[in-house]
DNA sequence: TCTTGGCACTCCCGGGCGGTGAGTGCCAGC
DNA sequence: GCTGGCACTCACCGCCCGGGAGTGCCAAGA
């Protein structure tokens, strides 16, 4: 029985926490939640809250501020992920409905999450490991300079410039480009690069030029330049830090710009649906060490091709976060099915 | 004789400034600076500067502080753009080589850059005016779906999906393929894209779909979506302003993800080479009046085909920023020129 | 006419100081 | 196990004050 008021108390801590960012005395708490107690009964229970590492006290006679295990249990057990109203949906969807392609569509989800939870927005462009190869083209431009364009289903286009060691003619191109063509075409980005594997050192004479395209292209489908990738939006709501901007804010702005960061720790999220929350110290980024990660993954069916999430200070509105991140990532999902 | 000095001591004004962010006084002027002259000489000369607008004091009894005014003289007319060393030639040159294709161009170099000057970097990516268009394909991926692809002479590859309203065959699309392809290949996007017109009410069954490649393509060309795309990067560098984040910092991280304002503050530079400066209240961007922007266009030849710069404080390192700013714009070019 | 040394004045800045108030811990009583 | 009471602890805020950097002005010298 007291146990579950503890928790009460706790929950309300990290709600009022969240609200003012001032550390919570135990007279205020009582005033503004029905608790029925009085504020000694309170401060015993803070007592026993701050024993087992859950709250903290910023200096003696202060009120008391969450700590990372008081945020964790509060985001574990003591908190639901409240559903969008419909306006909202409604907003997304229309938002979102109006990108143009898949770039598009990446760079307004980013705009779209940071404006829905005042924070800083990832979004990770999504991997092509799923992908099939929808068609293959080779455009001679001149006569030794070949430009190889890869279109996947994922509706992302893939190009690269080939200079070859020798002129070709519009014929032998042609050659190249049915027999690469119908090696892949179809067939999803691991089988089309193994496949080409076979077709890198042919007999003949257009050993040459051809093994240069089917390189050119396995690099293209190669899937690290695209899966490196995060757009990221929202920067300005790192005004929420109230500290001083050097100490917190900009090494926050350096790692943001450190996109394989970023990946690591959008990698982070949990595929399956479910929206993950890493909380201040948990895990190795001393950068970000004061936030929380609200992450999740997206994509066509169960699997994901890509994460998203928000970064913020630990400080923040979990549930109302982790609910504009899991419903923008639906969205996203569904309009990638689509496409 | 004593205007000439007059300009010496504004000169050594700025440059105290931009490296100490104090005010600086007489005295410590005449003892950094090697001028054979006495305080009270240089106390003299100030207050003449003063008279003309070119300094300013925050408050009385304080060291004297460049104007908007003042920069701009010194930029105009007591500096000139120092050349880069050998070595940050070299570096720059290596580190944009590695560029696969032109976005990679963009982001490289707006890295760059930002490393360069310290300042936040802002990169417009190419516009597509000069491009003509090297290839058009289409592929039908079901029925009624067919993917439009345009590979542009910049190495950009444009692609919109068309949903036809009737059911069509590879013999149809290959058709209309080649009737667009026929029309426009080889082609400026501005004649290309007149060219289409033509094309958008043929006679015949075709109409229909016809009509609806023919919109997707000039959608794609109409340069609207590229030229209005400008990549960031740096902005841990605002950390540079040492005032609070709220007032200073906050609302110019919002103005640069207003990627439309960003396009006009880059617009305002001059095409034909020369590295255009901005200087604080110069121009109508309230959110920019404690900030300069150096910025140039860049494109191979004479024609600018984007512009590129940075945006700082007004006490910044003009000349060492100018130089940045050239360089790379220059890189650049010639490696646009190259692909 | 310009430069220079001297001098009084201004005002920012930082440190020390006491009052105030929110919040706590503890204890005795119910 | 809850509650009211009470003494205690600090952070915060406004205040004062001295030090110091820098200025403006003036009279004398080149």
Redesign the pocket.
């Known amino acids: 029985?007291?146990d579950e008021?503890r928790l009460a108390v706790l929950r309300a801590i990290v709600e009022d926490y969240v609200a003012t960012q001032?550390?919570?005395?135990?007279?205020?708490?009582v005033e503004r939640h029905g608790l029925?107690?009085?504020?000694?009964?309170?401060?015993?229970?803070?007592?026993a809250l701050?024993e087992e590492g859950l709250i903290t006290?910023?200096?003696?006679?202060?009120?008391?501020v969450p700590t990372d295990k008081g945020y964790r249990l509060f985001v574990d057990r003591l908190t639901t992920i409240k559903p969008m109203s419909a306006a909202e949906k409604r907003a997304i969807a229309t938002i979102l409905d109006g990108a143009v392609d898949v770039d598009d569509v990446v760079r307004r989800s980013v705009r779209l999450l940071a404006q829905l939870t005042h924070q800083v927005a990832l979004v990770q462009y999504p991997t092509l490991n799923r992908s099939t190869v929808r068609h293959v083209d080779l455009v001679g431009l001149t006569e030794t300079r070949v430009l190889v364009v890869a279109i996947l289903s994922s509706g992302r286009v893939e190009q690269r410039l080939v200079e070859l060691d020798r002129p070709l003619d519009d014929d032998a191109v042609a050659d190249i480009r049915g027999r690469v063509a119908g090696v892949i075409t179809g067939r999803i980005i691991a089988e089309a690069t193994a496949a080409l594997g076979d077709l890198a050192a042919p007999p003949g004479d257009d050993a040459g030029p051809q093994s240069l395209v089917v390189d050119a292209l396995v690099d293209a489908m190669s899937d690290h330049r695209s899966s490196e990738r995060v757009a990221v939006g929202g920067t300005a709501n790192l005004a929420r830090f109230g500290d001083s901007f050097e100490v917190s804010v900009r090494p926050l702005l350096e790692a943001l710009e450190e996109h394989v960061v970023l990946l690591k720790l959008l990698g982070e999220a949990q595929t399956g649906g479910a929206v993950t929350v890493r909380i201040g110290h948990e895990g190795p980024y001393t950068e970000f060490a004061t936030t929380s990660v609200v992450a999740t993954g997206y994509g066509p069916g169960q699997e994901a091709v890509g994460n998203l999430g928000v970064v913020g200070p630990t400080r923040m509105d979990y549930p109302g976060t982790m609910a504009s991140v899991r419903a923008v990532a639906r969205y996203v999902s569904r309009i990638l099915d689509e496409a």
């Not at 001032?22 to 708490?29: I, N, T």
């Not at 006290?57 to 008391?64: E, I, K, V």
């Open positions: 029985m007291q008021r001032e550390p919570v005395g135990s007279k205020a708490l029925g107690v009085s504020p000694a009964t309170v401060r015993n229970d803070m007592a701050e006290q910023p200096h003696t006679s202060a009120g008391r």
